[in-house]
């Protein structure tokens, strides 16, 4: 079975510095990873994903992902937190010997103070 | 806007009462999941459908069921409902499945937030 562990129930960071949302995954097979974020009362929003190819993915609202196939980790990376990054992002994995189906982490909520 | 719309977005019902929640997917996607987020919780798993037909189940009750249209809408089914059912129930869908379609995010509603009083 297929599943993703996200650390840190909570993230702290001052606005100007740079960010990072821990994720693991664990899989059969080649993993298909995705990061969304989500404000509240809102649905979940596609940030980034990786596929295949170079290790480190750039997505929306100038957020990156840092692929690392030995660790069985995609971390998510931001060089300067705004305070409207501030919201619950969430870590997924799809893989083909689960079929389709999408799994999510626990979720990590990331607060950027002024 | 995602292209996935959920109705109703609030609900409010009394407890062993039954609802059922609404998806319409994005145009072109054949593949729906339906999620719950509990208050604090991450998103649980609850079915996938594909084409009609399902496809993989989670941790969903007994009392809850879904299904799939031909029109390719979908309703989640809840019955006797329970207190600790009240959470957000996430539809989202994608295009498809199969290994050529593992690269393809899901694309979420905005959700229908469930309390049962």
């Known amino acids: 079975a297929q599943s993703v562990a996200q650390p840190e129930d909570q993230v702290n960071v001052a606005e100007g510095n740079p960010l990072t949302v821990k994720c693991t995954y664990s899989?059969?097979?080649?993993?298909?990873l995705f990061w969304y974020v989500q404000y509240p009362n809102r649905g979940l929003q596609f940030l980034l994903k990786?596929?295949?190819?170079?290790?480190l993915v750039k997505g929306s609202y100038g957020f990156e992902a840092e692929f690392n196939k030995s660790q069985t980790s995609f971390h998510l990376k931001k060089p300067s937190a705004l305070v409207s990054d501030s919201a619950l992002y969430f870590c997924?994995?799809?893989?083909?010997?689960?079929?389709?189906?999408?799994?999510f982490g626990g979720g990590t909520r990331l607060m950027v103070k002024p | 806007d995602s292209g996935v719309t959920q109705t109703p977005k609030h609900l409010i019902t009394a407890t062993g009462q039954r609802v059922t929640l609404r998806c319409s997917p994005r145009?072109?996607?054949?593949?729906v999941y339906w999620y719950q987020q509990s208050l604090d919780q991450g998103l649980q798993f609850l079915i996938q459908?594909?084409?009609?037909?399902?496809?993989a189940k989670g941790n969903i009750l007994e009392r809850f069921s879904a299904q799939q249209f031909p029109d390719l809408h979908s309703e989640l089914n809840l019955s006797s409902l329970e207190l600790g059912d009240s959470a957000l129930y996430f539809c989202a869908s994608s295009v498809g499945i199969g290994p050529e379609r593992m690269n393809t995010e899901a694309f979420f509603g905005q959700g229908t937030r469930l309390t049962v009083v």
């Open positions: 459908y594909y084409n009609g037909e399902e496809r």
């Open positions: 997924a994995v799809r893989s083909i010997n689960a079929g389709n189906m999408l799994t």
């Open positions: 145009s072109g996607d054949l593949s």
């Open positions: 899989v059969s097979g080649n993993p298909y």
């Open positions: 990786y596929i295949t190819g170079d290790n």
